[in-house]
């Protein structure tokens, strides 16, 4: 018998929905209590994404940086 794959909400993680949205998880963290959370704006994604673009791959010097408190490891 070919093996199947189907997808459905129960035994799926709620944070895997819509493609693990950042927003969700953090409606989902404000419900919990948590108000000091904070999805990234357009103008700040643009700037972060060309300094990504500008970093080294892995295993470079240079491919683990800070930007804006968040750490990125650049992989590919």
């Not at 997808?7 to 948590?34: H, K, P």
């Amino acid at each position: 018998m070919p093996i199947r794959f189907r997808r459905e909400t129960i035994g799926a993680s709620f944070f895997e929905w819509d493609r693990g949205n950042v927003y969700r998880v953090i409606y989902f963290i404000n419900t919990l209590g948590e108000h000091r959370f904070f999805g990234r704006t357009r103008d700040a994604s643009f700037v972060q994404s060309k300094k990504i673009e500008e970093m080294p791959t892995w295993p470079m010097k240079g491919c683990v940086e800070i930007i804006d408190a968040i750490v990125v490891i650049k992989f590919k």
